[in-house]
């Protein structure tokens, strides 16, 4: 089956900064892969997805890019703000909607210092 | 935070007993899903659904069981073959073949 791994764990950036969390998949037909945040003892919300015939995707500050060929995709955040502090996942499916469920990596701590 | 309900929010249970988490939309999704969550272990998938009456096993199914007998309706039953069972199990659905999941608040299930 498919295997998420997610780096780093943990991650701590000045206000303003940028964050970047990368993860690699094994499943080369994996087409899907969404990122989730999720707040302390709340449930994950999806922030941003990508899909296989896209290698770039935007929205305000948040970014993903996807490489096929080498398995790899990260979440870029740029201009960090206190809000975004949180635990971060990110995820993978093999089809187009996860509609056979989504294999997740184990999460990034990522810390906003003020 | 409507659409995907859990109940109870908080669940004690005795080692050896069986317990139901309860997990209920209003979104007509199609598909619906169980996960565990433990520290720092990220999220996986125990048991899916993507239709009524049918559902398929996840990465972690062994001790646990599911019924999917109303498309609103996706039930767990965390039976006493499961060895660890304390944990935060986490309840979501997806329009099939769509993409974004809707979680629900969670679970979080104490065996002692």
């Known amino acids: 089956g498919e295997n998420v791994e997610q780096h780093p764990s943990t991650l701590s950036v000045q206000e303003g900064d940028s964050a970047v969390i990368k993860c690699t998949y094994s499943?080369?037909?994996?087409?899907?892969f969404p990122w989730y945040k999720q707040e302390l003892g709340k449930r994950p919300q999806l922030i941003i997805d990508i899909r296989s015939n896209v290698g770039e995707k935007k929205d305000q500050r948040i970014a993903v890019t996807l490489n096929k060929t080498a398995k790899h995709f990260s979440l870029h955040i740029t201009e960090t703000q206190p809000e975004d502090s949180a635990v971060y996942f990110c995820?993978?499916?093999?089809?187009?909607?996860?509609?056979?469920?989504?294999?997740f990596g184990k999460g990034t701590h990522l810390i906003i210092q003020p | 935070d409507g659409g995907i309900t859990q109940s109870p929010k908080y669940l004690f249970r005795k080692e050896g007993q069986n317990v139901t988490l309860s997990c209920e939309q209003n979104?007509?999704?199609?598909?619906m899903y169980w996960y565990r969550q433990d520290p720092g272990q990220g999220l996986r998938l125990i048991y899916y659904s993507q239709i009524v009456n049918d559902f398929q096993k996840g990465d972690i199914a062994e001790g646990y069981s599911v019924s999917r007998e109303k498309k609103e309706s996706f039930p767990l039953t965390v039976t006493s073959a499961q060895k660890n069972p304390t944990a935060f199990y986490l309840c979501?659905?997806?329009?099939?073949?769509?993409?974004?999941?809707?979680f629900g608040p969670g679970t979080r299930l104490t065996v002692t």
């Open positions: 499943d080369s037909a994996s087409n899907y």
């Open positions: 995820a993978a499916s093999r089809t187009g909607g996860g509609a056979d469920g989504l294999t």
């Open positions: 979104l007509n999704h199609d598909a």
């Open positions: 979501a659905s997806s329009m099939r073949g769509v993409g974004d999941y809707y």
